[in-house]
């Protein structure tokens, strides 16, 4: 029998198969654990900015070195968008001011790319003062007519801090560059033992479409409109027959920008069939229908639809929770024990509302406590005053109720709300915990325009009545909520915010809005929203339907209480104890404003006068508000607590003569503040 010896070139080949084989049975063992998901949608709907934010979610951000890598992306596409601008101008028959001629020339002068790690001084002074021109805020304004990049009004707001030679993009600066993306992209990231994977042969689908652009034209021809392309797109997709049984999620993408351009662009101008005006919602479901209208295996086809605005982490989260129950449904066995994990780290780390406190006085900073300490939220806060100290320090408390904290930390401290709203944050609720001055400049509305979207809710923790009526002026389609509270709050000498009553109580209600633009349904749903918040944070509150008689009590209190304080320089136990004609005078004041409330028809209690006049007289000695601007010379609320019930006495036929004494006393105090050389004797 005869032999044969193995050479050592056959042991090597051997080897090698092997090894191969090995890697088959890896791969076929991965296989099982992953689920590959298509990214889909027509262009510019958002795809690249998913991609991105799964990497800020799941493959730890970007470090320094992709960051700096970014620069020349973000300053590229600030170039081209003031580009794109200037060269539409004489076809949108705008003038751009003579003074920006040389600018213009500079812009135009730029390549393509801007290939510097630095942005050039004249190249940002440029942008900054071509910003600034009214004609080119008016091609923005049709920027439906030509093709110009989401992100334009974004960097031109960024530019200066862009221009800083230590510039270094930041998270949202990077979800908002635009590369020009063609074919096919490919994502792999991990949570848990669970793997995702963007590509083909997919478990799910997920469609974006960008619902802002409605009103506009292809890049590639522009004689197809975006919309009806993705509408084409989504038919031939959810109806092909390599998608029959594959759940599809659709993503309604770009909210905020397709509600700040619904009422100027009218979406019936390009669906006839439309007939909800510029209400958001009835857009919303319309848009909706088109598409959900178009799946033909509706019986055995699930589309998953959601509202998004892709630039927002805190929603991309959401969207992957909504895959991961899509992908619980189709596959439990194999993926049920990696969704466990995914959802339980979703709950550690996903709060998908953002919150700002607008005002950190004494009461704004107990709210923005008890928000921050209930993890509802992220809870951001504008502190006009204090702020580079309270994001050095923190914030001390000191309650009987909550106990002494020191150094408590937001989630992101400005000091106004044009510095918040660069952040990139889209917030869900707006506390107004500043003062109520109504004449004040800026306004209240030119300060809080920058933060308010679409859909953020207005929430009011102020004395007196008037700045709701500016509101509901200035932001007819966002839901206004109004207060009243007790709240005993100071800040103590030391810089220690100081709770000193054993109570936060709030009663809470809808400053109800019957204008066409703002559905009592979404009132009453927003309302809820904030009563869910503040009940998950802790906060005692009670919510009314109506809550304007409350109010009114309260400032019946306060237009006598605040101001005699103020007045006097008086504590109310040494103005009581002191004068007898002090009651008399706060008798007066009493009266008149609890008989303005009855004329404008409030159901007040029976016994209103009788009743404020006995807490007047068991007050404790305690310091008002307005005493406190008084003493630091600084305007009081004058016009939110005396001058609105005055004015309405006077409108009602209601004598007001002692509101009136009062009212032209206290504006002469804050005149002579405001105008202290003038005021001299």
Avoid at 297 to 302: D, G, N
């Amino acid at each position: 029998m005869g032999c044969v010896q193995s050479s050592g070139i056959d042991e090597e080949a051997k080897a090698r198969n092997d090894e191969i084989e090995n890697q088959l049975k890896r791969d076929r063992m991965m296989a099982k654990n992953e689920i590959k998901m298509l990214l889909l949608g027509a262009g510019e709907s958002g795809k690249s900015t998913v991609l991105k934010q799964m990497k800020l979610i799941h493959l730890d951000g970007y470090n320094a070195q992709e960051r700096d890598a970014y620069k020349e992306i973000i300053f590229s596409n600030t170039i081209q968008s003031m580009r794109a601008i200037l060269e539409a101008m004489p076809q949108l028959d705008i003038s751009l001011s003579p003074q920006n001629d040389a600018r213009r020339s500079t812009i135009l002068s730029l390549p393509p790319q801007i290939e510097a790690d630095v942005l050039p001084r004249d190249v940002a002074d440029a942008v900054r003062g071509l910003w600034r021109d009214p004609g080119v805020k008016e091609a923005v304004r049709r920027s439906r007519e030509f093709q110009l990049n989401d992100s334009a009004v974004y960097y031109f707001n960024s530019i200066d801090r862009m221009a800083a030679p230590e510039y270094l993009p930041t998270d949202q600066d990077i979800l908002r560059s635009r590369v020009k993306t063609t074919g096919i992209t490919e994502t792999t990231f991990k949570v848990g033992e669970l793997m995702y994977k963007l590509f083909d042969n997919v478990t799910a689908l997920v469609f974006l479409v960008s619902l802002s652009e409605y009103d506009q034209m292809l890049y590639e021809d522009e004689s197809v409109n975006r919309m009806q392309e993705a509408l084409t797109l989504f038919d031939s997709i959810c109806n092909s027959r390599w998608f029959v049984k594959t759940s599809i999620i659709l993503f309604l993408n770009k909210i905020d920008l397709f509600a700040e351009k619904l009422p100027r662009s009218p979406l019936g101008d390009y669906f006839p069939d439309y007939t909800g005006g510029d209400n958001y919602d009835a857009a919303c479901d319309y848009l909706l229908h088109r598409f959900v209208s178009l799946n033909q295996s509706a019986a055995t086809k699930q589309i998953y639809a959601h509202y998004t605005c892709a630039t927002d982490t805190q929603q991309i989260k959401f969207v992957l929770s909504a895959i991961q129950d899509i992908l619980l449904q189709l596959h439990p066995p194999r993926v049920r024990l990696a969704l466990d994990l995914c959802r339980h780290l979703l709950r550690l780390t996903t709060m998908s509302i953002d919150v700002l406190v607008f005002g950190l006085g004494a009461v704004g900073s107990v709210y923005a406590f008890i928000l921050q300490s209930g993890k509802q939220a992220r809870v951001s806060v504008v502190a006009r005053s204090n702020g580079a100290a309270i994001r050095e320090k923190g914030l001390n408390i000191r309650s009987r109720k909550f106990g002494d904290y020191d150094g408590v930390r937001f989630d992101a401290v400005y000091t106004s709300c044009e510095e918040a709203a660069r952040s990139g944050r889209v917030f869900s609720y707006v506390f107004c915990a500043n003062k109520a001055i109504l004449d004040a400049s800026p306004s209240m509305v030119e300060l809080l325009t920058p933060v308010v979207g679409p859909e953020t809710t207005i929430f009011l923790i102020q004395n007196g009545f008037g700045v709701e009526d500016l509101l509901h002026a200035a932001f007819p389609k966002n839901t206004v909520v109004t207060s009243v509270g007790w709240t005993g709050a100071r800040y103590r000498p030391d810089g220690a915010v100081e709770l000193f009553t054993r109570t936060d109580s709030l009663v809470v209600g809808v400053d109800w809005n019957t204008g066409p633009g703002l559905s009592k349904e979404r009132q009453q749903r927003d309302v809820k929203g904030l009563g869910e918040l503040l009940a998950k944070s802790g906060a005692t509150f009670t919510v009314k339907e109506d809550v304007r008689a409350d109010r009114w009590m309260k400032l019946v209190w306060n237009a006598a209480w605040n101001t005699l304080i103020a007045l006097t320089l008086m504590r109310t136990s040494d103005f009581i104890r002191t004068l007898d004609q002090a009651e008399v005078v706060a008798r007066s004041i009493f009266s008149e404003v609890i008989a303005v409330g009855k004329a404008k028809g409030l159901e007040l209690p029976h016994d209103a006068l009788e009743g404020e006049m006995r807490k007047y007289r068991t007050m404790k000695g305690a310091n008002s508000s307005m005493l406190v601007d008084v003493q630091r010379k600084t305007p009081t609320e004058v016009e939110a607590i005396v001058g609105y019930p005055m004015r309405e006495g006077q409108r009602l036929g209601v004598a007001v003569p002692t509101l009136v004494t009062i009212y032209a006393l206290l504006k002469a105090v804050d005149w002579r503040h405001a105008n202290p050389d003038a005021a001299r004797l």
